[in-house]
């Protein structure tokens, strides 16, 4: 297709081999370390799995009730003329507050657009480039104890916007 | 958060539902859906665990600590008041390097104690919201110049590889899962350069050039720590 998509069947080969050389010229004992991760990998999986059960249910009821088609016809006009598929509106929105519940709906335009469509591919890069804005300065803030948060909000966001229109860029030169 | 957004979901689903009709529809989307996240997490089990094995690698092998030290001009860069040996340097690389990784769960401990440091260093150069006895000031903190520039960078996602999405592709069913690293990539880079500019106008503007000449005791008890406190006077980049 082009430079990025060989780029991207490149990157994980590579990274595989130069960190399992790696570890190997510095005697660490590879396989075992490996195993042992790999084991922490599936904790949190397993963790996870209620999570994704309760969103997938909730997603799923919600688009089978007819509200995201209603919703769709409502942004429709607006979403078009920024470049994005309907079904994106919602996804945009919730991403800014929980990344989990943002997760539902990334499989729901997976399973009815197809993760290869435009739908899909703009999700895909979409959803890697963004971070939860206001999850993500509640917990932080919490922590320092910070109630006035000055500028944050308008650079997290603007750069939320950068990364947004970039993916739409990027998603229509590759298809 | 989640608590409001789930209910939410759950009982416009209904409504929505019985209002348009589509009961069925809605019982038989409850009940797939839930044995749709199973055999999604079969498949996400796999490369998450692929994944995580690697790091433990690339961990036991010092990797991540170099990298970690390799950072440092980077960080230099963005926290130019932040002292050399301050422990909140350190956190900062090490949930910065997280995030590059896509190591989720172990980001969140370090930006929290990088938070908690970069409150400690406001305490340290005395700006009162900061300081522990002071009288009920602390209800009121605002944000330093470190903390708004660490959390923009960090919601700006840096990500080498998306794990996740990488998963959920392959388990819909894509015929090239990982075509989207690239451009993901690509993006990331866009929104993390776009945040860097915000916040390096930003702290151009804090470091106002008319106060340099007079010197508070908190930006003299900082010297001692800073070659550049001397330049970029007070706290936070913020009138006391």
Redesign the interface.
């Given at each position: 297709m082009n430079a990025l998509a060989h780029l991207s069947d490149i990157i994980i080969p590579i990274l595989i081999f130069f960190i399992v050389g790696y570890g190997f010229v510095s005697n660490v004992k590879v396989y075992e370390t490996f195993l042992k991760g790999a084991k922490d990998g599936l904790k949190i999986v397993v963790d996870i799995v209620p999570t994704l059960i309760g969103l997938l249910v909730a997603v799923g009821m919600l688009r089978a009730s007819g509200f995201f088609d209603m919703l769709g016809t409502l942004l429709g006009p607006v979403a078009a003329s920024a470049g994005l598929p309907t079904q994106l509106m919602p996804l945009l929105i919730v991403k800014l507050f929980s990344s989990s519940a943002a997760t539902g709906l990334v499989l729901d335009i997976f399973r009815t657009s197809g993760p290869d469509s435009y739908a899909g591919m703009l999700t895909s890069i979409l959803m890697s480039c963004t971070e939860t804005v206001f999850y993500t300065m509640s917990v932080y803030f919490l922590a320092a104890k910070v109630t006035k948060t000055r500028h944050t909000l308008t650079g997290a966001l603007l750069a939320t916007l950068a990364g947004t229109v970039a993916s739409v860029v990027l998603t229509r030169w590759m298809l | 958060?989640?608590n409001a957004?789930?209910a939410v979901?759950?009982l416009?689903?209904?409504l929505?539902?019985a209002a348009?009709g589509?009961m069925s529809?809605?019982t038989?989307?409850?009940l797939?859906?839930?044995g749709?996240?199973?055999s999604?997490?079969i498949t996400?089990?796999g490369v998450?665990?692929?994944?995580?094995?690697?790091?433990?690698?690339?961990?036991?092998?010092?990797?991540i600590e170099k990298l970690t030290r390799g950072i440092a001009p980077f960080l230099k860069f963005m926290f130019p008041r932040i002292p050399k040996e301050h422990p909140a340097r350190e956190y900062i690389a090490a949930n910065i390097i997280a995030n590059v990784l896509g190591l989720g769960?172990a980001c969140?401990p370090a930006?929290?104690?990088a938070?908690?440091e970069?409150?400690k260093l406001e305490a340290e150069r005395g700006n009162p919201e900061y300081l522990e006895a002071g009288t009920g000031k602390?209800?009121?903190?605002?944000?330093s110049n470190e903390?708004?520039t660490f959390?923009?960078l960090?919601?700006?996602?840096l990500?080498l590889?998306?794990v996740?999405?990488i998963a959920?592709?392959s388990?819909?069913?894509?015929?090239?899962?990982?075509?989207?690293?690239?451009?993901?990539i690509?993006?990331?880079l866009?929104?993390?350069?776009?945040?860097i500019v915000?916040?390096k106008i930003?702290d151009r503007i804090a470091a106002n050039p008319f106060r340099t000449s007079e010197k508070s005791p908190a930006s003299r008890a900082a010297d001692s720590g800073s070659p550049f406190s001397d330049k970029r006077n007070g706290w936070g980049g913020k009138a006391v």
């Open positions: - | 958060m989640l957004i789930w979901m759950i416009l689903a209904v929505y539902g348009s589509h529809e809605v038989n989307a409850a797939d859906s839930a749709e996240a199973i999604l997490c996400m089990a998450v665990a692929l994944w995580m094995g690697l790091m433990e690698i690339a961990q036991k092998a010092g990797l769960w969140t930006g929290l104690k938070m908690e970069l409150a602390s209800r009121n903190r605002r944000a903390m708004c959390l923009i960090n919601i700006s996602s990500q590889i998306p996740n999405m959920y592709r388990q819909y069913g894509s015929a090239n899962p990982t075509a989207i690293i690239a451009p993901a690509a993006a990331t866009v929104s993390t350069l776009i945040a915000y916040c930003k």
